[in-house]
């Protein structure tokens, strides 16, 4: 059955103005059941501002520490290649003016020295430069072993003099045999030089000359037993054999040392008179004793 409340189906729909005033009602909404909503203002608050976040102000910075960025990069690369156009002019100049910048490169575990036989030293010289470089480490293993002898016969009761000359020898030699003569005769052989021969000679036939006074060790100082010798190896074997042994293993070294000095000598010297060095070597000699006279 149906509700008495229910409209009839058939009536004709009032037709309701959308303009018309709001106070006023039709019949037919006040008399249904539901009533109408109370009018409200149609408002669309221009005048309030909408706060949107954007994130101009963060990409804006962000752009400016590029830009920063990129310009401190600028500056190192720019700083880069002007020392790089620095080295290179200096090396250039260096050049021209025939001095080469050596590289420390020996010994490779903690490099000291500049040395490179293979790529600085003419092919047909090497042979001979790596037997004087073999004289030179043979220098430093006479002194070192020379140390221990003495320090052998210090223990049993020699004396702390002979000790002290014995380091002495090995601080003095060891540098003062490759800057006197190694390194000249490997300047010499690299550059052709005269006076670079001559300085090898004269400071090889110093080391030669010591090399054949300490294996005979003649009893100059304190009796000579501060170098290992074969006088003093004679003289402490009667008394303590070890010390003697250790003498006579000095004398070994010493007279092997001398030997192959004079062997370098002599081939370095059929080098020097075979390319007119000589002759060069005098010339020089002659200017250079003409500009101190005057």
């Known amino acids: 059955m149906a509700n008495r409340y229910d409209p009839n189906p058939f009536a ?35 005048g309030r501002t909408v706060d949107i976040p954007l994130d ?5 910075s962000t752009t400016q520490n590029l830009k920063k960025k990129e310009k401190e990069l600028q500056a190192k690369e720019a700083d880069l290649r002007r020392r790089e156009q620095e080295v290179k002019r200096k090396e250039d100049a260096a050049a021209r003016a025939g001095i080469s910048i050596e590289v420390k490169n020996w010994p490779p575990f903690f490099p000291l020295i500049h040395h490179d036989i293979a790529n600085e030293i003419p092919v047909h010289l090497q042979r001979l ?5 073999a004289t030179y480490l043979g220098l430093v293993l006479c002194l070192f072993w020379n140390i221990i002898a003495i320090t052998t016969a210090w223990i049993k009761g020699e004396g702390v003099t002979i000790w002290l000359l014995a380091l002495i020898y090995f601080i003095a030699g060891v540098p003062g045999g490759y800057v006197l003569w190694y390194r000249p005769l490997y300047r010499a052989f690299r550059t052709d030089s005269a006076l670079s021969f001559g300085w090898f000679f004269m400071f090889y036939m110093l080391h030669i000359a010591f090399c054949v006074f300490a294996a005979v060790a003649p009893p100059v100082v304190f009796k000579g037993k501060s170098l290992a010798g074969i006088l003093p190896a004679v003289d402490v074997i009667s008394g303590n054999t070890l010390v003697g042994i250790f003498y006579f293993i000095g ?7 001398s030997v192959v000095s004079i062997w370098v000598i002599q081939q370095v010297y059929m080098y020097f008179r ?5 002759d060069e070597l005098r010339r020089e000699a002659a200017r250079g004793a003409l ?4």
């Open 274 to 278: 075979g390319s007119g060095k000589q």
């Open 251 to 257: 004398f070994g070294f010493f007279c092997l040392e």
């Open 12 to 46: 004709e729909e009032e037709e309701v103005n959308p303009f018309a005033n709001p106070g006023s009602v039709p019949a037919a909404a006040s008399n249904s059941r539901l009533s109408p909503l109370p009018p409200e203002p149609v408002g669309f608050d221009y």
């Open 56 to 60: 101009n102000d963060r990409s804006s």
């Open 129 to 133: 430069q790596y037997v004087t470089f």
């Open 291 to 294: 500009r101190a006279a005057v």
